[in-house]
């Protein structure tokens, strides 16, 4: 969905380094999400945040942290990348506003993570 | 608690042939359902959404499912699959209450000539 874009698309790191993972929405959804998906796994969630002020872990948090900068922006950050975080991310947004559809998530294109 | 089961990890049609793919789930509450769909290198997309209006939900692409409160089940079919059609595809339950969504671990469908 090209209303919800992430960069970078694909990035080669090495063990140790601190990486940033950045998304941007413009569907002016209040709430976002931060997942990782591994072959075999389906998606798992490593953050979510319901607006600006709130950030919730989700069942894969450690290892990461996340910053919510703007409505329309959610970063994640490797603090210290290892190989088993090499994975494909995906970030997401929904809506929260009653009448409207709230549990439906919009994905972005990924960020495929090699950690060497 | 929520979960969701996808029954098959890999699924291979011949093009023309009709398209089943798999899921049952498990939820204390009436859950939204989701199919979601991944072609290679892309993100995920929504094919179609259960939300309690009607059992049998159409989605885009000629996609649909069937909500099966008894068998727990949200399996989704197509009549006549088509070479495009193939990808990932992400059986998804939704917690309304967190927002929060949990998702199967995927079924690989394959189309062949």
């Known amino acids: 969905d090209a209303d919800v874009t992430q960069t970078p698309r694909n990035r080669i790191t090495k063990t140790g380094k601190r990486i940033m993972l950045e998304c941007s929405q413009t569907?002016?959804?209040?709430?976002m999400y931060w997942y990782r998906q591994d072959p075999g796994l389906g998606l798992r969630l490593i953050y979510y945040s319901f607006d600006v002020k709130d950030i919730n872990k989700g069942e894969i948090s450690d290892g990461y942290s996340v910053s919510r900068q703007a409505q329309a922006k959610f970063s994640l950050s490797l603090e210290s990348a290892i190989p088993n975080q090499t994975a494909l991310y995906f970030c997401?947004?929904?809506?929260?506003?009653?009448?409207?559809?709230?549990?439906?998530?919009?994905f972005g294109p990924g960020t495929r993570l090699t950690v060497l | 608690a929520q979960s969701v089961t996808q029954l098959d990890s890999h699924v291979s049609v011949s093009e023309g042939t009709p398209v089943l793919l798999r899921c049952n789930y498990s939820s204390s509450y009436s859950p939204s359902l989701f199919w979601y769909v991944q072609h290679p290198n892309k993100g995920l997309q929504l094919l179609l959404k259960y939300t309690s209006a009607a059992t049998l939900v159409k989605g885009i692409n000629g996609f649909e499912a069937e909500f099966k409160k008894s068998e727990t089940s949200f399996h989704l079919t197509k009549p006549s699959a088509h070479m495009s059609d193939a990808a990932e595809y992400f059986c998804?339950?939704?917690?309304?209450?967190?927002?929060?969504?949990?998702f199967g671990t995927g079924t690989r469908l394959q189309v062949t000539l």
């Open positions: 998804v339950v939704s917690d309304p209450a967190a927002s929060k969504l949990t």
């Open positions: 569907k002016g959804h209040d709430r």
């Open positions: 997401a947004t929904s809506d929260s506003l009653a009448g409207r559809d709230t549990d439906t998530q919009y």
